[in-house]
């Protein structure tokens, strides 16, 4: 299957703080979406991209489609306790999209 | 609406006994898919269906069977559990064109 790699794998940060995480492939994806999953529940989607070099905001998240195809990285900026949570990077190929292994988010108040 | 609803939200499994974990969806979407999420990976596809009675195979390969006879359910079957089939199990479906899916509240199966 194809591997989507997500970095960092965990983070500790202080609230306040702006995050970073990326999510890099060996295939060219033509859609890239981001999902956020709390503890015991389903990944809830929060933004999706659909087109090479798009920037697009949902609040306080921003969210990029790497102009290589191969890429997309999601900021968070002026992170909040309710942040806490995986983050996931998902690619569209075929009928499937194909997730990465996510980011752990701890935000300290 | 519910959504996507799943069933049961825990089970424990002895080996070799099988069990259907139940996938409802309220929004008729066409597509629907099982996937499973293991500690530290990302999810897995087990098996997707674009519409009712159609179904396919997607990276995980053995032990689950599924139907879709309406486009509401997508149940997954699992005959003879193994302890490598204990995991968290995500049910999700989407409208074609879009992409965005909704996921179930997960199934958390054990086999022991």
């Known amino acids: 299957g194809q591997q989507l790699n997500q970095s960092p794998q965990s983070m500790f940060i202080q609230e306040g703080e702006d995050v970073s995480m990326n999510c890099t492939s060996s295939s060219i994806f033509n859609t890239w979406l981001w999902y956020k999953q709390d503890p015991g529940e389903g990944p809830v989607l929060l933004i999706a991209l659909y087109k090479a070099g798009e920037l697009t905001s949902n609040g306080r998240l921003t969210a990029q489609f790497g102009i290589t195809r191969k890429d997309s990285f999601l900021n968070i900026s002026a992170s909040i306790p309710s942040d806490v949570g995986i983050y996931f990077c998902a690619g569209h190929l075929g009928n499937q999209f194909y997730f990465g292994t996510g980011t752990s988010l701890t935000v300290i108040p | 609406n519910a959504g996507v609803t799943q069933t049961p939200k825990f089970r424990i499994l002895k080996i070799g006994q099988s069990m259907t974990l139940q996938c409802t969806q309220d929004?008729?979407?066409?597509?629907m898919y099982w996937y499973r999420q293991d500690p530290g990976m990302g999810l897995k596809l087990i098996y997707y269906?674009?519409?009712?009675?159609?179904?396919d195979k997607g990276e995980v390969l053995n032990g689950y069977n599924v139907s879709r006879s309406t486009t509401e359910d997508f149940p997954l079957r699992l005959e003879l559990a193994a302890p490598s089939q204990t995991s968290v199990y995500f049910c999700?479906?989407?409208?074609?064109?879009?992409?965005?899916?909704?996921f179930g509240s997960g199934t958390r199966l054990t086999v022991v």
């Open positions: 929004m008729n979407h066409n597509y």
């Open positions: 999700a479906s989407r409208l074609e064109g879009l992409y965005g899916y909704t």
């Open positions: 269906s674009v519409g009712a009675g159609i179904t």
